[in-house]
Structure formats: structure tokens, C-alpha cells
């Protein structure tokens, strides 16, 4: 292994590289927690044999969107030619500052319902201080609530600093109105349901463009996403046809009509749990 004469600072080199592509959120988790919570599929010695340490990177509020769209405005390729914009986005940005971690053995993940192997990225981000389950079924974060976003994991075999849990959870004393305001009745119990929300999702459609109880969410309400960013992520194509007028590219130069999020098979594609 070799990541530079002080190992132990290689999360914050890698998170500096990643922040101006808006990554600002990340933490680190250890390894030998996350395996005593996953089934031995989901375990380090399955996902990255010798990894002692799991680097998290997210974005908080539109920071990621914003270095996105400037991305886009540089080479519109970024959208025309990718699927998915913000993975692709992502990716790049991780290839760019990978190097960082110079030799040391490491694997990463992508927070994508098209990755090809899925890990429980809200436990993961727990278990890296960088917020807590919400009844949304959300990470919350104390100052940017649900407004973030969980986007890659580096499991490497280095030995460095877990973050601190997050010492305030925001639900708590909360009256709740994620729960009143919700119109497909997905709070099971005062908490979200995934099962009764992804029914609702295919049987109608007041929630086809937004999340009545995620903007009721008072945490972080001055740092939610902007519409056209929340847009995007609710609709696919309404938000990539705003992309594509943003950029002033013609509906035929794109290669994708812009798809998702699938209700109808996201919740038996995606491994919630993570276990």
C-alpha cells in the first residue's frame, strides 16, 4: 500500500479533489462495523478483500448540480452522449481524483439504481457521521436535512479516521408534517413505508414530479434543491428536455430521451437494506 507519508490525511486529499465537482459532503466508516451488520455477500472480505476503511461522498443543496451544468455548458457530450448525466458526471470526477489514493488497494461504489452491485448507501453514510435516518426513509443531515444526495464509496485496505456519528438527530421533537402531508399514505406506523410508496408511485400520479413530504421537511428548507435540480431527479424526461433547452442543444442531437426514476421494478432491483 502506498497513498503518501501520511496515510491517515488520504480521506481529505481525495475529498478536496472531489469538491470542486460539488462533492461537499463525505465521511468515513470503519470496516469492521459495516460487516457486523451485512450478510457475508455484502461484506468486505466479499466486496474488497483487506479494505479497513470505507471513504463516503455526497453532495449537500445544488452544489453538485451547479458544477454539473458547468460541466455541460463545457461539453455538452456530458448529456447528449450519457444516459445518465449526474452518474456519468460523478464518475469522471472520481476517475480525476482517484489517483490521490496512489496505490493502495481500493474499490468504489456508485449510489445508482443502475450500479451493478448494490450496497445500502444510507447505512453507509450513518455509519460515517454524515446524518441520520430520517421517517423519510432519507439520510437527514442537521443543516442541509434530506437535501443531499449519497454518491460514492471507496472501500480501501487503509487504516484511517472514522467520522463521529452525527450528534443530533433532526426528527427528533419534530411534528412530523413529511407524515401529514403525505397523499399516498407511505408513512406505515409514523415512518416511511418503501413498499407502500412504490405502490402508490405505480398506481397514480400526484407524485410523479415531486414529494409533497420531502419539501414539508423544515430541516434545511433554505438549502433544498433547486426546481429545475429536483425536477430532474423526480422526472427524468421533463428534466433532461430542461437540460437540453438550458444548453441549447436540439431534441435530436440527444441520444436519450431521458428515462426514470421505475417504480415498477426500482424496489426489486435496488437492495435497500444493503444486507
Not at 468486505?44 to 479497513?52: C, F, H, I, M
Not at 445500502?120 to 434530506?146: C, E, K, N, Y
Not at 452525527?166 to 413498499?195: I, K, L, M, N, Y
Not at 400520479?205 to 423526480?234: K, N, T, W
Amino acid at each position: 500500500m502506498d497513498i503518501g507519508t501520511h496515510p491517515e490525511n488520504a480521506g481529505e486529499r481525495l475529498a478536496a479533489a472531489l469538491l470542486p465537482a460539488g462533492l461537499n459532503l463525505w465521511g468515513v466508516a470503519g470496516a469492521a462495523a459495516w460487516d457486523a451488520q451485512m450478510s457475508p455477500a455484502r461484506r468486505t472480505d466479499a466486496l474488497s478483500p483487506g479494505a479497513r476503511s470505507i471513504l463516503v461522498f455526497g453532495n449537500g443543496g445544488g452544489a453538485l448540480w451547479d458544477a454539473m451544468l458547468a460541466d455541460l455548458r463545457r461539453d455538452p457530450r456530458g448529456l447528449t452522449e450519457e444516459q445518465h448525466p449526474i452518474d456519468a458526471f460523478v464518475a469522471r470526477a472520481v476517475a480525476a481524483a482517484d489517483p490521490v489514493l496512489g496505490n493502495a488497494r481500493r474499490r468504489w461504489f456508485w449510489a445508482s439504481a443502475e450500479a451493478d452491485l448494490h450496497i445500502d448507501f444510507r447505512l453507509l453514510a450513518g455509519m460515517a457521521g454524515m446524518g441520520v435516518q430520517s421517517r423519510l426513509g432519507l439520510l437527514i443531515h442537521p443543516a442541509w436535512g434530506t437535501w443531499i444526495g449519497l454518491r460514492a464509496a471507496c472501500f480501501v485496505d487503509a487504516e484511517l479516521p472514522v467520522s463521529p456519528p452525527a450528534s443530533v438527530d433532526p426528527c427528533e421533537g419534530c411534528p412530523a408534517p413529511c407524515v401529514s402531508q403525505c397523499v399516498g399514505a407511505a408513512f406505515v406506523g409514523g415512518r416511511w413505508d418503501v413498499d407502500a410508496c412504490a405502490r402508490f408511485h405505480r398506481e397514480a400520479d400526484p407524485c410523479e414530479r415531486s414529494c409533497a413530504s420531502r419539501l414539508a421537511c423544515p430541516v434545511g428548507a433554505d438549502r433544498r434543491y433547486s426546481q429545475e435540480h429536483y425536477g430532474y431527479h423526480a422526472h427524468r424526461a421533463s428534466g433532461r428536455a430542461w437540460l437540453r433547452e438550458h444548453l441549447g442543444i436540439p431534441p435530436g442531437a440527444d441520444r436519450y430521451e431521458g428515462v426514470g426514476p421505475h417504480w415498477g421494478d426500482w424496489r426489486a432491483r435496488v437492495d435497500v437494506k444493503g444486507a
